[in-house]
């Protein structure tokens, strides 16, 4: 069935380190989500990104989903305490696209 | 202000009790969905609902049950025959295009966290 993997699963790092989470689909997906959960919290949509190739950012955070549409990475460059908190890919399910599949995230974790 | 709330926040339960979770929302939403969250996991699809009197299995409905009589309202039953229902329950909305429409984010509300004594 369809899948969505997410690596690391955990990252530790010092404040001001840079961290990058990779995201891979069995499936070409027509586009890919990001979200964020706060310890304790709900996910919270980051971004979505639709074209082959393509990137976006949000001040330190740098999103990119491949050239096949089967992967994508988030990266956050310096780290601060507040990036802490898990962060979800997800992509429209084959079956349905008003429907996502998630990864299974990747929690980091920021020494200050 | 316009969201998702969800209540309780946090809920015991005996076992073998039924115990419903609310979830309402006021952005005018036609999606809704419930997923489950267990500690260090991602999220698991339980029923979704794109119309009103009309919802779907999601990947893990045994021993769940929903409604879907209001637009803005998709309340969760956990019933007795949820074997494992300890967990964090997450409600969420989207706007719903068309099943061949782009993907809208979804909007996700606090959540409410089940523990089974």
């Known amino acids: 069935g369809q899948q969505v993997m997410q690596i690391p699963q955990y990252q530790h790092v010092q404040e001001g380190e840079d961290f990058t989470t990779y995201c891979n689909s069995s499936?070409?997906?027509?586009?890919i989500q990001w979200y964020k959960q706060r310890p304790g919290g709900h996910p919270v949509f980051l971004i979505q990104?639709?074209?082959?190739?393509e990137v976006k950012k949000q001040k330190r955070l740098t999103f990119q989903f491949g050239e096949a549409k089967k992967n994508s990475s988030l990266h956050i460059t310096a780290t601060q305490t507040t990036d802490v908190g898990t962060y979800f890919c997800a992509g429209p399910r084959m079956d349905s696209s008003y429907k996502l599949i998630f990864g299974s995230g990747t929690r980091l974790l920021v020494r200050p | 202000d316009g969201g998702i709330t969800q209540s309780p926040k946090y809920l015991f339960r005996k076992e073998g009790q039924n115990v419903t979770l609310s979830c309402e929302q006021n952005l005018n939403h036609d999606a809704m969905y419930w997923y489950r969250q267990d500690p260090g996991q991602g999220l698991r699809l339980i029923y979704y609902?794109?119309?009103?009197?009309?919802?779907q299995k999601g990947d893990i409905a045994e021993g769940y049950s929903v409604s879907r009589e209001k637009k803005e309202s998709f309340p969760l039953t956990v019933t007795s025959a949820q074997k494992n229902p300890t967990a964090f329950y997450l409600c969420a909305s989207s706007i719903y295009r068309g099943a061949g429409a782009s993907h809208n984010e979804q909007f996700f509300g606090p959540g409410t966290r089940l523990t089974v004594l």
């Open positions: 609902s794109q119309i009103v009197n009309d919802f």
């Open positions: 990104l639709v074209k082959s190739g």
């Open positions: 499936t070409t997906l027509s586009n």
